[in-house]
């Protein structure tokens, strides 16, 4: 105890100290500075190597005809304007968008239910946090041949359960109009991420808020419509990005379960991309494709972020910023 | 007088008893909804996994039942013998192991390391590359793929584990960059100020100080980062080409074309590729849980 308040004064007189040699002969700054250029380096390296230069290169075949072999041929907009006439392209625009459209705001609504459910003072949360995080573990291919083992329409367990209650099941991913409400389905099993994210904004609302407002004789639904959901939307806005820019990117089902059929009902965007880029070798093609969903991805932060102004409460005691 | 008096008052007790009655009554409902609603849900999420179990210990014949059974009878663990046997596990294994650790201490420990930066030391131009970090966020990976595989290609690192791991060693992502810098931010300056006092230097400061006192974040970021190299697929299926080199997810992929009819040994290979990942889920809920709280509510 003493030594810790004598410390404390050492060290106080030591940064006066140090301030003052620091203000004579910006001797520390510097060596702050090339510390922090130094420790940020290696992002630095990473980002021109792995990201900066790649970009360039790759907008720079946007505009090529190449097939990894020959010579690349400048061939100006037309991948670009190939992309208009390509009714594959229009396709998987459209399961992409149908895709992220149900799949996100279901993700968002069942990830809330669940946190709400567990914030209530219930006995076993850690057991029931740990069920409903589990399957979130499980991605990619593993969840993918899980599930398209699950969906297996005569020996599968979705549809063994369904005739329990008398239901014959669909043909889930062998059937053209079932297949990418199954692979919607399958994303409410890894709801867990944003669950637990959910989940510990719940716990940050101060608790005098809910019990003011009940001594106003708020009900339960008033509270929750609001006090609970505005305080949440920072922590919804998050979610809906991240939510956002995964859903466009879905591969690995349309891959592994349903080779983007059938009858290109599961044709997923980046899908199309792989397939023109490591099936087909347009390289030049693919590299268009890929910078039309950056902006597509791009636009739609935007989108979210400008709308943010009118829905997601900043709170002014907990002032919490994104950045 | 006092009579009335006395009977109103009782009159009133009898009111707040009901009241505290129906109270108490409604909330007993509402809990066993609550409780209800949750078992259900538990068990909608458990079928996948009571599932996957139970087919990867059927008989051949017994997968291809109907209705299926949920306990198989009899119990087949030479299912998970037979994954061994069919294609070389250990060895997707080992490729798997070998790439998630790297990526891992690479990650967690390069992220940190310029989340320290941004969260503690001052250089001109600092704000604008912390933004530039951020926007990386949003660049989907289809856009650098190509490029990179051309790249990767020319120097002769195609069907390698190296451009599966060495990408990580610069730079970290952005998201774990972020929630470490989040997590640095809620402890006290004063204690790495009083670490430069006595003579630590700014790295040392970074390793003695705030490293040991972050192990919530670090795990839980490591977790991220482990959970992303083991299930990742795109990048082994574009990277890697003979079977000596593969992973475990597209070893998965390959068994599954395979070995069309034998879901029994294609669950086992999906339980055995699972399991290390619920087993560190377990072994570091604690931190891993206690990470996401606290970076959720900065």
Request: some cysteine; charged content about 10%; hydrophobic content about 50%.
């Amino acid at each position: 105890m003493f030594l810790t308040v004598v410390n404390q004064n050492r060290r106080i007189v030591i940064t006066m100290k140090n301030r003052m040699v620091g203000t004579k002969g910006n001797n520390i700054k510097k060596d702050e500075k090339r510390n922090f250029y130094l420790m940020v380096a290696p992002w630095i390296i990473g980002f021109l190597l792995f990201t900066l230069i790649p970009m360039l290169v790759s907008f720079a075949l946007s505009f090529m005809k190449w097939d990894y072999i020959g010579k690349a041929k400048y061939i100006g907009l037309a991948n670009y304007i190939a992309m208009f006439h390509d009714t594959l392209f229009y396709k998987s625009l459209t399961v992409t968008t149908v895709y992220s459209v149900v799949s996100v705001p279901l993700t968002l609504i069942v990830a809330f239910i669940f946190a709400m459910l567990l914030n209530s003072d219930i006995k076993g949360l850690s057991v029931f946090r740990t069920i409903f995080y589990l399957p979130s573990l499980v991605a990619g291919a593993a969840a993918s041949v899980l599930w398209l083992w699950m969906f297996n329409p005569q020996f599968g367990v979705i549809n063994t359960i369904l005739s329990y209650f008398g239901i014959k099941g669909p043909g889930w991913i062998f059937d053209k109009n079932w297949a990418l409400p199954a692979l919607i389905i399958m994303s409410l099993w890894s709801v867990g991420g944003s669950m637990l994210i959910y989940l510990s904004g719940l716990q940050g609302i101060p608790t005098e808020l809910h019990e003011a407002a009940k001594i106003d004789g708020a009900s339960a639904r008033v509270r929750l419509f609001k006090i609970t959901i505005p305080m949440m939307t920072p922590i919804i806005f998050y979610n809906l990005v991240i939510g956002i820019i995964g859903s466009f990117q879905i591969f690995t089902q349309a891959y592994v379960m349903t080779n983007g059929g059938p009858q290109y009902s599961t044709y997923f965007y980046v899908f199309n991309l792989y397939q023109n880029a490591f099936m087909y070798f347009n390289i030049g093609y693919a590299s268009a494709l890929a910078w039309v969903l950056f902006f597509i991805i791009m636009a739609l932060t935007a989108i979210v972020f400008k709308s943010s102004a009118a829905w997601v409460f900043y709170g002014n005691e907990t002032s919490g910023g994104k950045k | 007088m006092t009579e009335n008096h006395s009977e109103a008052k009782i009159n009133t007790y009898k009111v707040h008893f009901k009241l505290i009655k129906s109270e108490s009554r409604s909330k007993l409902i509402t809990k066993i909804i609550m409780y209800s609603l949750l078992i259900c849900f538990s068990i909608v999420y458990m079928i996948p996994f009571i599932w996957l179990l139970s087919s990867s210990l059927k008989t051949n014949a017994d997968i291809f039942l109907m209705p299926p059974k949920w306990i198989p009878n009899p119990f087949v663990w030479k299912n998970y013998l037979e994954v061994f046997i069919q294609v070389p596990f250990l060895r997707f294994l080992f490729n798997t192991s070998f790439v998630t650790i790297l990526v891992l201490v690479a990650n967690v420990f390069v992220s940190a390391m310029v989340a320290y930066a941004f969260s503690r030391l001052r250089a001109p131009g600092k704000n604008l590359l912390f933004i530039l970090v951020m926007s990386t966020m949003m660049l989907p990976g289809q856009v650098t793929m190509i490029p990179l595989f051309i790249m990767f290609k020319t120097v002769g690192w195609v069907n390698t584990l190296l451009p599966l791991i060495i990408p990580s060693f610069f730079g970290g992502s952005a998201l774990f960059i972020f929630l470490i810098r989040q997590y640095f931010s809620t402890i006290p300056k004063s204690l790495d100020e009083s670490a430069k006092i006595d003579g630590c230097s700014y790295f040392g400061t970074f390793t003695k100080i705030l490293l040991p006192l972050s192990k919530p974040i670090l795990i839980t970021v490591g977790i991220f980062s482990f959970m992303g190299t083991w299930n990742d697929f795109m990048g082994p299926l574009i990277y890697l080409q003979s079977m000596e080199n593969f992973t475990l997810a597209i070893g998965l992929n390959l068994f599954k074309t395979q070995y069309t009819q034998n879901w029994n040994y294609t669950m086992a290979y999906n339980v055995l590729m699972i399991a290390p990942l619920i087993a560190i889920f377990f072994f570091a809920q604690k931190s891993f849980i206690q990470g996401i709280v606290i970076t959720g509510n900065k």
